[in-house]
């Protein structure tokens, strides 16, 4: 059964890129969306500052400014769908605002569009490093239940 639509997890990484690279090489679909995930900065302050739980105040209005990761998100997806045409497919952009980590915004829009095979880089981390590094691309294998194209950092592989 061909592959319809697949989904490139991209985050402007050197492994990322490499994913678009492999997903343009070995796989064929006639649709890709490249998607960019992000957390909003009042959540990443909170989070970084230990006060999780922590509401955006009141005077700062969604209306008046734009949130700086929303508009950095916007940027790195727009390289993604760059890199993906050059790469021979047929992108179009998309980002997830993550209301919980961003593993669970991957599955849930992979969910929501219904798509074939999720694409994403990794680290390669092993052992302790693999311990004190937490793996986006480990947690989407671990709760989707889709086919996953898992591409490690390292050296190309050419083709036959």
Request: aromatic residues 4%; hydrophobic residues 45%; contains cysteine.
């Amino acid at each position: 059964m061909p592959c319809d639509l697949m989904l490139i997890a991209y985050d402007g990484s050197e492994n990322a890129k490499r994913a678009v690279e492999y997903a343009g090489r070995f796989l064929a679909a006639p649709k890709a969306v490249v998607l960019t995930a992000w957390e909003p900065m009042v959540r990443q302050a909170a989070r970084l500052s230990g006060m999780s739980g922590v509401v955006q105040p009141e005077w700062i209005s969604d209306e008046e400014i734009e949130d700086i990761a929303y508009v950095d998100a916007r940027q790195v997806n727009a390289e993604g769908v760059r890199l993906a045409k050059l790469a021979g497919l047929n992108a179009e952009p998309r980002t997830a605002e993550c209301t919980s980590t961003i593993w669970n915004a991957i599955v849930d829009v992979a969910d929501d569009l219904n798509v074939d095979i999720i694409v994403a880089g990794t680290r390669g981390s092993t052992g302790i490093r693999a311990l004190l590094h937490s793996s986006v691309a480990e947690a989407v294998l671990k709760h989707c239940h889709r086919p996953i194209l898992l591409v490690p950092p390292g050296r190309n592989v050419e083709c036959p």
